[in-house]
């Protein structure tokens, strides 16, 4: 099944076609209407014009998170202001988010890919849509909700949060798609068994889960807990939101990215160059359609490889791995971006805490942990319990405020945290994936 | 009037009070009175042994953190209501009892209470004022 059956099935040679005219105008956009892209053009020695074939893409510099935040907030933005109908943003290293914007047609082309994306994930008109991704800032709610609503389907924007209602709901309004974090829809599951709730009796058949990793053995935990068929989708906000790329229900294996609107390209992190079909690296994306805030080779920092096998389904859009991690050491927990930088800023802030900590991320049941650990040195300690049990609620405060991530201060004795030579090792990730 | 505590940090991990005694135990040094007080994820203990500045440097020198407080001993006759009495005149008085702990002497029979105030000054003054016995710390670092 096809939400736009014309662009899903386009023949590869057609497809390229249409996507080097797109990538011809939209540098010719960007070049003329923003000032970085002008100036890092210009260090590259490239003008617009230059760009003769998709394969000159490659020639063209990339651009990464610290472009966005150097041009904070709307500094890359390629439209006037009037013209931005929506903005959401993502949480970055200093605290200040990433922003983006959309125009009126973005946030069309927006929902109609997420509603191709629905549809590969096996949903149709008629389906409620049960939308437990956050809403707000956060681009999951309601880019998911756009596209629930462009396919004609009733969505429920239940948002995230109130697990008993979530429940309540899904069994009361008879919801048959469930969109959320996949460690929330175990979560769920959970909740669901300690009320007696059957998830078996529910109508739900299919799940879309996204905004953080998630593995196959997951998959085969939650299709079984949950009874559906759960379906991977990759996104990010720079990019668009939710619905760059999804799995089809026919193969699951590999995730379609909407190559008529993005230009995929696998590089390797350390040296830039493309690697050869198949083999693993990092992420690079190019929006040829984009009008707010059109990317040139956005660095996403995701580890994955790209296939253009023929896939089963019939869609002709290279599919791209299941992500298998990041190039660089953001943390996604509970669907929240951490940076380890932006705890040791909050912990820095902290008087008389050292930066010497240690971040242990688990998964306790089916949700992410995340627990501080702080050294207590001469001037941090009290021989008062209440001085430092009040240190540890204030450690968990400021991180909770500032990046909206729950965690547990766990003061530690001086010296306990390994050091290591050279770059310190600030994350211990547990999770199995 | 005022004794000299050592307070050190302990992570509620296995082996960790073992050490500290060890330690002062191989400095030569003796726990005259001892209280640990305890969360679910560390613990603080203190001390009051017959050589403040080294045991506070012999576990330094074992990467412990350690700090030094001022608490107020109070001797009391063991009996029924010793106690109350001290805790009512400080009451009065608005002083703040931030912890405390006890111990009977060896000789003598009187119970010593160890407190530790949000104002000492003040409540050295109180209780002198109410005619409760105060120790010098240099009694309890010999005893």
């Not at chain 1, 599919?319 to 940076?339: K, P």
């Amino acid at each position: 099944m096809f939400y736009n059956e014309e662009f899903e099935t386009l023949p590869r040679q057609v497809l390229a076609a249409l996507q080097l005219k797109r990538l011809q105008a939209i540098l010719e956009r960007v070049h003329s209407n923003v000032q970085f892209y002008r100036e890092s053009f210009g260090m590259a020695g490239i003008r617009p014009g230059d760009i003769k074939s998709l394969d000159d893409l490659q020639r063209l510099p990339f651009t990464t998170k610290q472009n966005m935040r150097d041009s904070y907030p709307y500094g890359l933005f390629a439209v006037p202001m009037e013209e931005i109908v929506r903005i959401h943003a993502s949480s970055g290293t200093t605290g200040k988010p990433t922003v983006v914007g959309y125009t009126q047609k973005d946030i069309e082309i927006w929902s109609e890919l997420m509603a191709r994306s629905f549809v590969s994930a096996g949903a149709h008109k008629g389906d409620i849509i049960h939308n437990a991704y956050g809403y707000g800032l956060f681009t999951g709610g309601l880019g998911a909700h756009y596209g629930a609503e462009r396919l004609g389907a009733s969505v429920i924007p239940i948002s995230g949060g109130n697990t008993a209602r979530q429940i309540m709901i899904m069994q009361d309004f008879g919801s048959t798609v469930l969109t959320c974090t996949p460690s929330y829809s175990l979560f769920m599951a959970e909740e669901a068994k300690a009320e007696g709730v059957d998830f078996k009796k529910l109508k739900l058949r299919v799940g879309i889960f996204g905004a953080e990793p998630w593995s196959e053995a997951m998959r085969d935990e939650i299709e079984e807990k949950l009874n559906l068929s759960a379906i991977d989708i990759y996104g990010l906000s720079e990019i668009m939101g939710p619905g760059v790329a999804i799995e089809c229900i026919e193969a699951k294996k590999g995730l379609h990215i909407w190559e008529d609107h993005f230009i995929p390209e696998i590089i390797n992190p350390e040296t830039g160059q493309l690697v050869a079909e198949g083999e693993s690296g990092e992420l690079v994306i190019t929006t040829i359609t984009k009008q707010g805030i059109p990317l040139i080779r956005y660095r996403t920092r995701d580890i994955t490889s790209i296939s253009y096998e023929p896939c089963l389904c019939g869609r002709t859009h290279a599919r791209i791995a299941r992500m298998s991690g990041r190039s660089d050491d953001m943390l996604i927990i509970r669907g929240v971006n951490v940076f380890p930088s932006q705890i040791e800023s909050i912990l820095i802030g902290i008087e008389g805490v050292e930066p010497h900590y240690l971040l242990v991320v688990d998964r306790a049941g089916n949700l992410d942990t995340l627990e501080v650990q702080v050294e207590v040195d001469e001037q941090l300690f009290s021989d008062e319990i209440k001085v430092l049990q009040k240190l540890s609620k204030r450690i968990e405060k400021e991180i909770k405020d500032m990046l909206g991530v729950t965690c547990t201060a766990k003061l530690v004795e001086p010296k306990s945290i390994p050091r290591s030579e050279g770059k310190a090792r600030r994350v211990i990730d547990k999770r199995k994936l | 009037m005022k004794v000299e505590q050592i307070s050190i940090f302990i992570e509620n991990k296995s082996g960790r009070l073992a050490k500290v005694t060890r330690i002062l135990g191989d400095a030569n040094i003796n726990i005259r009175v001892l209280s640990l007080a305890d969360t679910s994820d560390f613990g603080i203990l203190r001390l009051i042994v017959d050589d403040v500045e080294k045991a506070k440097s012999v576990l330094k020198e074992n990467g412990f953190t350690v700090n030094k407080t001022e608490v107020v001993a109070v001797e009391v006759p063991d009996r029924p209501g010793g106690l109350s009495n001290i805790l009512q005149s400080l009451d009065n008085n608005q002083i703040n009892v931030e912890y405390m702990y006890a111990f009977v002497e060896r000789y003598g029979g009187n119970a010593v209470i160890i407190f530790r105030f949000d104002d000492t000054d003040k409540a050295i003054k109180t209780l002198l004022g109410g005619a409760f016995n105060v120790l010098e710390g240099q009694r309890l670092y010999s005893m």
